[in-house]
């Protein structure tokens, strides 16, 4: 079946795999895209959100700018180091043409609830700042968004952004707590799964010679961001982190665990602010306040093949 979504994103090397993956897979339509600060600053989100969607032949989608900062907390500071200066690998590509609607991004999220019930998959691959926003102008669009897919949490490995917290959950814990309290059906999808679906170097060559302009795109603007990778991991291989969050949401046949438990993010710690605490002692798993299923499993090989398959046109 046809996935109708809403990506909610801050491009970001990963969000451009993702965004590449729903705009040339068949049975995948986007119907808008939000940006939102996160990888780098949101005017550099939203620059890199409209290029893609230029790229693709695909400019009318439309593309809502969001969130500068966090619900609270300090202004944000952004380093480059891993996505880049540009968010796409310091490869300073040449400004798109078409321009933002004319409304917020939490306003578009709520606009599209009412206007389409129970159709829509929402997924948040950033901070998760724009849904804290929508929720607050209408908490109703928790019933109205047939589910969230979201790419963030680590549940049962470290963190990326702190030892315990991961990036798009660290950055605006309040916007993640309130999207977890929420009432709509949640999957989430953590570093637990995202840190071991990756792209080898021969892959993102791959890529690069396939002719396509989705593969010479994403080839150029992970070169930096699989230098980075390749000093975790000790082999040439990067993290593919947002487009598994919408393969899992299009086909959760991908999924091979994935226990429903109490999720909460971690709001006060001296130390742990940020990080997502989840029921996964056994025999507490399921209880009667569950809000989340949890992606502790997925079928890797099969996920980046079906990407690879769909970024090269083969």
Avoid at 85 to 94: A, K, M, S
Avoid at 243 to 259: I, Q, S, Y
Avoid at 260 to 273: F, I, K, P, Q, S
Avoid at 274 to 283: D, F, I, K, N, Y
């Amino acid at each position: 079946m046809t996935l109708r979504c809403v990506i909610d994103c801050d491009p970001g090397v990963d969000d451009a795999m993702a965004l590449w993956y729903g705009l040339l897979h068949p049975e995948i339509e986007i119907v808008a895209i939000t940006t939102v600060w996160g990888n780098v600053r949101v005017e550099t989100t939203t620059t890199n959100a409209l290029r893609i969607v230029e790229m693709a032949g695909r400019a009318s989608i439309p593309v809502a700018r969001g969130a500068a900062r966090p619900l609270l907390g300090p202004e944000p500071s952004f380093t480059g180091i891993v996505h880049g200066r540009d968010g796409q690998g310091n490869t300073n590509l040449p400004a798109p043409t078409s321009r933002t609607v004319n409304e917020t991004a939490a306003e578009l999220l709520v606009r599209l609830a009412h206007e389409q019930p129970g159709e829509l998959t929402l997924l948040p691959v950033g901070p998760m700042t724009n849904v804290g926003a929508a929720l607050a102008l209408d908490p109703g669009i928790a019933g109205l968004y047939k589910e969230v897919v979201l790419m963030g949490g680590n549940y049962a490995v470290p963190g990326n952004a702190s030892k315990w917290g991961e990036a798009n959950i660290w950055h605006d814990p309040e916007a993640a707590q309130m999207l977890f309290e929420a009432p709509w059906p949640i999957w989430a999808v953590g570093l637990d799964v995202t840190h071991k679906a990756r792209l080898s170097e021969a892959q993102l060559d791959q890529l690069g010679a396939s002719g396509t302009t989705a593969g010479k795109h994403l080839h150029a603007i992970s070169q930096q961001y699989l230098e980075l990778y390749s000093r975790r991991w000790g082999k040439r291989e990067c993290s593919m982190h947002d487009a598994l969050a919408l393969a899992l949401a299009h086909d959760r046949e991908l999924v091979t665990e994935a226990p429903r438990t109490r999720v909460d993010v971690e709001l006060n710690g001296a130390h742990t602010r940020g990080m997502t605490v989840a029921e996964l002692r056994p025999g507490r798993v399921g209880g009667d306040d569950a809000n989340a299923h949890v992606v502790l499993g997925v079928n890797t090989p099969r996920f980046i093949d079906r990407w690879m398959t769909t970024i090269c046109g083969t």
